[in-house]
């Protein structure tokens, strides 16, 4: 069964920094994509940042710059740097591979003075 899990959320001010970690587990292979979306009230879930298990990475237009996604095998991170107050919201793991997706349970930022 696969699992992912979060951790590294919290609140910060505008300017500040974050880092969110997911460790990926059930699987015998590193294979696949992983990343990060993001649910802000009231809105859609959006992504954020992803990374194959090449090292091919996208992001989002508004993160370009403040934000780096890593990967080391079956663990992901996303450092978030000079946050701003819309990029709170909810972010979630994700991971894609064999035309399967799965999802972690979410851990949120909120960035406010």
């Known amino acids: 069964q696969v699992q992912l899990v979060e951790s590294g959320g919290g609140s910060v001010q505008p300017g500040g920094s974050l880092r969110l970690s997911c460790a990926r587990s059930g699987l015998s292979f590193s294979a696949g994509v992983m990343g990060w979306y993001r649910q802000a009230p009231g809105k859609q879930r959006e992504l954020v940042a992803s990374?194959?298990?090449?090292?091919s990475t996208n992001y989002a237009d508004s993160v370009k710059g403040r934000f780096t996604i890593s990967r080391d095998k079956n663990t992901v991170y996303l450092q978030m740097n000079s946050l701003k107050p819309e990029d709170t919201a909810v972010y979630f793991c994700n991971t894609q591979f064999f035309g399967n997706a799965y999802w972690g349970q979410g851990t949120q930022v909120t960035v406010s003075s």
């Open positions: 990374i194959t298990s090449g090292g």
